[in-house]
């Protein structure tokens, strides 16, 4: 299969991300043309920081091949991974990430630093950037756009509670 078959794979993760009203990220792991793991973005929902759809992924392969060791795997993700998602990546000795779309505020896969391909490590990870970018792209910038819609109307909600302009009926009951 090609790698735009695994992309909308991890697409289809990241839709269920954005379901939650999480970050719209998604990842497969595949083994031997197999997913063998997906994972997506879990961060609010979870209450937990660790809580990124690689290290779902990453937790999930190790799991079914029985090793820590994911030698011979390819991560397919949405967005760039940024420095702690790089670091399992190299430590799990993943063989190549396919990314979506890059992460210039935090992408540890070549944006701002590049975890994968430090040669002083014991292990390097190949990278293959911008397989289906723009739907990557676009299922960012709308998530981001229709988050930053919902908390403009909250703000503007709540001055006007407090300038006393909607009445006690006008508010939705909770």
């Not at 997506?40 to 809580?51: G, S």
């Not at 759809?53 to 937790?59: F, H, K, T, V």
């Not at 002083?120 to 960012?140: P, Y």
């Amino acid at each position: 299969m090609d790698k735009e078959y695994y992309m909308k794979e991890a697409i289809r993760q990241a839709r269920k991300a954005e379901k939650l009203m999480e970050v719209p990220i998604g990842c497969v792991i595949v083994y031997e043309e197999r997913i063998i793991a997906r994972g997506y973005n879990r961060r609010n929902t979870d209450k937990n920081t660790l809580a990124h759809a690689e290290m779902s992924a990453i937790r999930k392969a190790s799991k079914k091949m029985g090793d820590w060791r994911l030698e011979g795997c390819t991560m397919y993700v949405t967005l760039e991974p940024c420095q702690m998602c790089a670091g399992a990546i190299v430590q799990s000795r993943i063989d190549e990430v396919v990314i979506g779309c890059m992460n210039p505020k935090a992408g540890c896969a070549g944006s701002i630093l590049n975890l994968l391909d430090v040669p002083a490590f014991n292990h390097q990870v190949k990278i293959t950037q911008g397989i289906l970018e723009e739907e990557c792209s676009k299922m960012m910038r709308t998530f981001f756009h229709r988050l930053r819609g919902q908390k403009k109307a909250e703000k503007l909600k709540k001055r006007e509670e407090a300038q006393g302009l909607i009445s006690e009926s006008d508010k939705s009951p909770e």
